[in-house]
């Protein structure tokens, strides 16, 4: 079992940058396929970013703006987000996949407004 902690969400303007964080209760090292997630209003849950055996995928929305990554010393992946717009407010959900299992996070709310 995995637990994951989620962190970094806020409030910001248009065009202005944040990253969220997700700390699994496993190494990292142990975790070949991790994501991030979003929920926005009156929408399902979508894929926003994954990285699978090192290999990153980000959905068109975000190219070019988002970047996963993941440290090992702090045992955490982030997602870096920038130039974020109003259609990026949501809650964001981590979700790692680990011994043929998908786990999620808490979910941290994102808001992009002026």
């Known amino acids: 079992q995995v637990q994951l902690v989620e962190s970094g969400g806020g409030l910001v303007q248009p065009g202005e940058s944040l990253r969220v964080s997700c700390t699994p209760s496993?190494?990292?090292?142990?975790?070949?396929?991790m994501g991030w997630y979003r929920q926005t209003l009156g929408k399902e849950r979508e894929l926003v970013a994954t990285v699978n055996l090192g290999t990153p995928t980000y959905a068109d929305s975000v190219k070019g703006r988002f970047r996963i990554s993941t440290d090992s010393i702090q045992n955490t992946f982030y997602l870096h987000m920038n130039s974020l717009k109003p259609d990026d407010t949501g809650v964001y959900y981590c979700?790692?996949?680990?011994?043929?299992?998908?786990?999620w996070g808490q979910g941290t709310r994102v808001t992009v407004s002026s």
């Open positions: 496993r190494s990292i090292f142990s975790i070949n396929d």
């Open positions: 979700r790692v996949k680990y011994d043929y299992r998908d786990y």
